[in-house]
């Protein structure tokens, strides 16, 4: 398929795909939002030098799948960035509790990108190509404080990751780049969750328009002050064990769903990006 075609079938996916609903109440009124706007789609080299650079242990590990491996054949990823509806960000950008929407967007949210990713890879398919879609790939594993990690000597027992990092395959896709609490930010900011697909097929990569892993984040530090596990510092970045101990509170208050986003609520990255000047009410926000 061509680049164009893809993206097309992206948005009209979109625009038909029920699931990507969430019911709103504005004082005693409710009201049905999106979960997420309409999404932003990034392509890259499949044979990208960084994904041999993603297997160094400093960087992600040994244990992260290149996409040769998930798919034989491998030419080309393709990341999908859905951003969280000014909805469902507003609604989590007060307090230390995840907000009703938020909580569902991440669990409902994440189940519609999941069948979203389904649909995708099944229409590529039909126009010819072979497609994996390794979030939805029964060799996708992710991994918790090095567990699961026996055979690889580098894992450390704060180790977490995964056989694959949508976050890493967006930047290496020029979707954007890392902030301090290590989600990426891109042109509708960081709010918001990710899927990716890589096909047979060829496509000319799209041109990465940054060079730094952080180019993005201004480092200012609202993420750390809005976390309310304590988990982020200018000095160390993100903590996981600490983040991971406070999602776990929220499941048991909040179960069957969990889920926090104070680092991408109320920051100057929550919507855009920040270094290039934002124009939205949530760059102020918080
Ligand atoms: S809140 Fe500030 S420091 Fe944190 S990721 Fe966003 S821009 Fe970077
Ligand atoms: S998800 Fe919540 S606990 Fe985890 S780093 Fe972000 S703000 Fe902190």
């Known amino acids: 398929m061509k680049k164009e075609d893809i993206i097309d079938s992206i948005l009209s996916l979109y625009n038909d795909l029920d699931g990507n609903t969430v019911e709103i109440t504005d004082d005693v009124y409710k009201r049905k939002s999106p979960i997420y706007d309409p999404p932003l789609v990034g392509f890259g080299d499949a044979h990208d030098g960084l994904f041999d650079e993603y297997k160094k242990t400093a960087v992600i590990g040994p244990w992260h799948m290149s996409p040769e491996e998930w798919l034989p054949g491998a030419e080309t990823v393709i990341s999908v960035f859905f951003p969280f509806s000014e909805d469902v960000r507003r609604s989590n950008r007060s307090g230390d509790q995840p907000s009703f ?21 099944e229409l590529i398919e039909n126009n010819g190509a072979a497609v994996c879609v390794p979030s939805i790939d029964a060799r996708f594993r992710s991994f918790k404080r090095g567990e699961g990690l026996d055979g690889y000597s580098d894992a450390r027992p704060d180790t977490y990751g995964s056989r694959w990092s949508e976050r890493h395959a967006a930047y290496v896709c020029g979707l954007g780049t890392f902030g301090l609490s290590k989600g990426l930010i891109t042109s509708r900011g960081i709010a918001g969750r990710f899927t990716s697909l890589i096909i047979s097929d060829k496509i000319t990569p799209d041109k990465r328009p940054y060079s730094g892993i952080y180019d993005y984040c201004l480092m200012c530090g609202a993420c750390a002050k809005n976390c309310p596990a304590g988990a982020i510092t200018i000095e160390n970045g993100k903590d996981h064990i600490l983040c991971e101990k406070w999602l776990n509170r929220t499941a048991e208050k909040y179960a069957p769903r969990y889920g926090c986003g104070k680092c991408q609520t109320g920051v100057p990255c929550e919507n855009c990006i920040p270094v290039k000047g934002c124009t939205d009410s949530a760059s102020s926000a918080g």
Do not use: D, P
Request: no cysteine.
């Open 101 to 121: 929407e938020w909580l569902y967007g991440r669990i409902e949210g994440q189940a519609y990108i999941a069948v979203f990713s389904g649909k995708l890879k």
